[in-house]
């Protein structure tokens, strides 16, 4: 009875590793999977470009689909049935007008023989430039000394605790890191960092202490910021007491 069950156990062994091996191979083979199209503008237009795959299987493949992560990478097989050994192309078109810097964009073709469905990826990479800094692209607002957020007025929301509570981008859009300070009514808690590295972000947390506070009032506060010890713009922190 012993011997049997050792023998049954490895037959199952074999079997989930065969299942394994399948699954684990490859049906498409492309080349190359990776194009780097250097630097571009942004305002340069999309780019096509051409992705050459090839069934290495020995079975027929069925391309299901061409799946994207984003808008400015997409793409289609020109073929969606391969015989072994036959070559087909992904077209793909990268749109760089809502990029900037260093992209590494990727598209996923699902494919199946029949009994193994299996995933490949190609890639884009690319250097979008543009006349503005990414800080000045993502962080309109400049307070000063090299400091950004999205917008000089931010408002409290109510958390899953019930408590007041807004969080404030800041990036530092200068080439060395910064210190900053914070200066806020009693009413106000600030979590943050104190230093800033460079073309970096932080998120500052302010929490809102309502007690005693009548359901309903009006909320209108100023958080003060300096940068390196100087005074910079303030923000406006406001909501409603609920």
């Not at 079997?15 to 490859?26: E, I």
Request: with cysteine.
């Amino acid at each position: 009875m012993m011997t049997r069950r050792i023998i049954m156990s490895i037959v199952l062994c074999l079997g989930l590793l065969q299942g394994t091996w399948a699954q684990s191979g490859r049906l498409l083979r492309f080349t190359p999977s990776e194009k780097d199209l250097g630097e571009i503008r942004f305002d340069s237009g999309k780019a096509s470009l051409e992705f050459e795959f090839q069934n290495i299987s020995q079975k027929s493949v069925t391309i299901l689909e061409v799946r994207t992560t984003c808008g400015c990478l997409t793409g289609s097989a020109r073929k969606s049935v391969l015989a072994p050994s036959e070559k087909s192309v992904v077209d793909a078109v990268f749109d760089p007008s809502s990029l900037y810097g260093d992209q590494s964009k990727h598209l996923t073709i699902v494919s199946t023989d029949g009994q193994n469905t299996l995933l490949s990826s190609i890639t884009v990479k690319a250097k979008v430039k543009r006349d503005q800094s990414e800080g000045e692209i993502r962080y309109a607002e400049l307070l000063g000394s090299g400091l950004r957020t999205d917008t000089p007025e931010v408002s409290f929301k109510k958390d899953r605790f019930g408590d007041l509570v807004v969080s404030i981008p800041l990036y530092n859009d200068t080439d060395s890191p910064v210190e900053i300070s914070f200066g806020a009514p009693l009413r106000i808690s600030v979590i943050a960092p104190n230093k800033i590295a460079p073309r970096s972000r932080v998120d500052v947390v302010c929490k809102y202490n309502s007690l005693f506070r009548r359901k309903g009032a009006s909320i209108r506060e100023t958080l003060r910021i300096k940068v390196n010890g100087d005074r910079v713009n303030p923000l406006t922190l406001k909501g409603k007491v609920y």
